[in-house]
């Protein structure tokens, strides 16, 4: 039998150097998605093939890589890909934001401000903000060339027609440097504010949709709204049950069967930051116990 | 008191040592080999590798037998093995028409140059359970006869030669092969483009797209002009030999569809042809690639695209039965941050309800 070996970040050197060529091309065109070749990866499509196969292409022997997921390094997918890494390429791993030369994430952006020289990299299920819309491909990059985004205004105004507000928690789409929209990924529209001029390089891998798209440090990302109707990021109106922050994005957690809920800081490591920090929410323990590690 | 959710981790470790000791069942009953897998389970086996795009009936033994039986795991594991594995070209074309025949069978003809030839087939058969088969069943030895010497032409060539059924589009020796593997796909596309998908495309789906034109989402009036299974050789242009050296055998399944046909003021009605191929005996995926692969030609042939299984849109994005069982299952994944999120908003919009409700019957008593 032929026994299976695999190179260092997993893929092989031509599909990297293919990967890094999309990326190099993402940037130069900010919020524009590139096709690009997509592998089948040892995870399953959806589950954060782009993200990996974006990782694997950026990643140095010297990179410090954290990944999560939900906002956790805890959370079952997050271990999966970070061990994925820390075995096919041997690389350091942290749960720190600070630490992290690579950050991969899904559906959170770190509630700690991003540095220059940081990559955050996002697993994107469905690249096309116009694609719930209209279902064609060709279509919807016809309507990006020519920048007509009348179609997504539209959507957001019968929202407003028909509920009052802007109907659209997550995967809010932005405007970047005032040309292409574009799909966050689905984070929550709390994290927007923070794709704009932000320091760090923000890249977006879909493996199964076969794009990738980016935002260079220091670009601007606007949410789209109406004047009357302003962008505004939800967050519920709470302080963190365990380390007392008032402004990070929470989980609700249920706590019995007859209506008890606490809400804790969705962000692992800010939260932990925050306590070490002697920060104290109502519901606190004991200094935080066993940490994320590989 | 509440302390966040650890040990993700173990529990992960945990869940796989016990899949494991799941996969093999109860130690008392002996292990399956890889060989009984490919030797007793050979249409699985097919299946992995057709799907897989990898023709290696050990790695899709093992695949299924790491898959515990369910086969799109294995063509899952097979293809991500297959990514990784360097390119160093491409093959020279394989000619069916000088396939060893093991099956070979034509619909449209009665009898033709080199005989209608059974093989290995269900067909005909009964559909009864046997408990013979249960345990210990030692079959008969199979009927031989001469190796016919006769040529086996394919059944739309015989028909071409008339000019009764449209040409196959001519080789291009030094024309690139498309491969959706190694550039994005992009839309419309080519029908080399379109066949690779569709070779690689889940059995089930083409099988129901293929039935669905039967039934008249997208009709185009089928014949199975001929179906033959057996062993073609592969071989590789070698660029420091100058010549191209054989590789192997490989056995294949191929389906040509003899379809309505068409014509015009300019041009002489004649049949037109759907195209099936894959690796191993697929009748079943190769027949129903011939449907689809004709009902894609819907553009070309200046046909009005109607049914799903002319929208070649519709049909390559949904086809791949990896990325399709990814995107679906991954709605196990953690969702909370943005349920959260659309709670959130849910919860304001029933508060406004409710609050525009209680004020309402006041407005109605002004009123």
């Not at chain 1, 009348?150 to 405007?175: C, N, Q, W």
């Not at chain 2, 995926?285 to 009902?295: E, F, I, N």
Request: charged letters at 25%; hydrophobic letters at 40%.
């Amino acid at each position: 039998m032929n026994a299976p070996s695999y190179n260092f970040a997993y893929l092989d050197e031509q599909t990297k150097r293919m990967i890094r060529r999309a990326i190099l091309k993402a940037i130069a065109i900010p919020g524009y998605q590139v096709p690009f070749a997509s592998r089948e990866m040892p995870m399953p499509y959806g589950w954060g093939t782009g993200g990996v196969q974006v990782t694997a292409a950026i990643l140095g022997p010297d990179d410090i890589l954290k990944v999560i997921d939900q906002g956790s390094d805890d959370t079952t997918n997050a271990i999966s890909i970070r061990k994925f890494f820390g075995k096919t390429a041997g690389v350091a791993t942290t749960t720190l934001t600070m630490e992290a030369t690579v950050i991969q994430t899904r559906h959170r952006i770190p509630e700690a401000p991003l540095h220059e020289g940081q990559v955050l990299v996002y697993q994107v299920p469905i690249p096309e903000p116009l694609r719930f819309l209209e279902p064609r491909e060709t279509e919807t990059r016809r309507m990006h060339a020519l920048a007509e985004y009348g179609l997504m205004h539209v959507k957001l105004y019968e929202d407003i027609a028909r509920f009052g507000h802007i109907a659209t928690s997550y995967a809010y789409p932005v405007k970047v440097n005032a040309r292409y929209v574009m799909d966050p990924s689905p984070t929550p529209k709390f994290d927007n504010p923070k794709m704009d001029n932000c320091a760090a390089l923000q890249l977006f891998g879909a493996g199964r949709e076969k794009r990738i798209y980016a935002i260079p440090p220091y670009t601007t990302v606007v949410s789209l709204d109406f004047e009357d109707h302003p962008f505004k990021p939800y967050r519920f109106d709470a302080p963190c049950a365990l380390c007392g922050a008032e402004n990070s994005y929470l989980d609700e957690i249920v706590t019995d069967d007859k209506g008890g809920r606490m809400f804790v800081c969705s962000d692992t490591d800010y939260c932990e930051q925050r306590q070490a920090e002697g920060h104290r929410g109502r519901e606190s323990a004991a200094p935080h116990k066993e940490r994320a590690h590989v | 008191m509440y302390v966040a959710v650890k040990g993700g981790e173990r529990a992960i470790e945990n869940a796989h040592r016990l899949l494991a000791h799941e996969r093999r069942g109860d130690r008392e009953v002996p292990e399956l080999t890889l060989a009984q897998i490919y030797e007793q389970l050979a249409l699985g086996v097919d299946r992995v590798m057709a799907e897989g795009s990898l023709y290696d009936r050990e790695l899709a033994a093992l695949a299924i037998k790491q898959a515990r039986g369910d086969l799109i795991e294995a063509i899952f594991l097979v293809r991500a093995f297959r990514a990784t594995l360097p390119r160093f070209g491409a093959t020279e074309p394989v000619d069916t028409g000088r396939m060893q025949i093991r099956r070979r069978i034509s619909s449209t003809f009665k009898d033709i140059p080199g005989g209608q030839i059974l093989g290995p087939t269900f067909d005909y058969t009964h559909r009864l359970l046997d408990p013979q088969l249960a345990e210990g069943f030692v079959p008969e030895v199979p009927a031989t006869g001469e190796v016919s010497e006769a040529e086996m032409p394919r059944v739309t060539d015989i028909l071409g030669r008339d000019g009764l059924i449209e040409p196959s589009p001519q080789a291009e020796p030094d024309a690139p092969v498309g491969d959706l593997t190694r550039e994005p796909l992009s839309f419309p596309a080519d029908r080399d483009l379109r066949l690779q998908n569709l070779a690689r495309a889940d059995e089930g789906f083409l099988l129901a797209l293929g039935y669905s034109t039967q039934r008249g989402y997208g009709r185009n009036h089928p014949f199975a002009g001929e179906i033959r299974f057996g062993e073609v050789e592969v071989e590789f242009f070698a660029e420091d030999a100058g010549f191209a050296v054989p590789l192997g055998a490989i056995a294949l399944t191929e389906c040509q569809m003899v379809n309505q046909f068409k014509g015009s003021a300019t041009e002489a009605p004649c049949f037109t042809r759907g195209y099936g191929l894959a690796f191993g005996q697929s009748e079943r995926k190769t027949m129903s690639m011939a449907l689809v692969d004709r009902s894609l030609r819907a553009r070309e042939l200046g046909e009005e695209v109607r049914a799903p299984a002319q929208d070649e849109e519709f049909v390559m994005s949904h086809s791949d039965n990896v990325q399709a069982t990814g995107f679906v299952e991954h709605l196990k994944l953690p969702h909370y941050v943005d349920f959260q999120s659309e709670l959130g908003l849910l919860r304001r919009l029933r508060q406004e309800f409710a609050e525009a409700n209680a004020s309402e019957p006041l407005q109605e008593a002004a009123e």
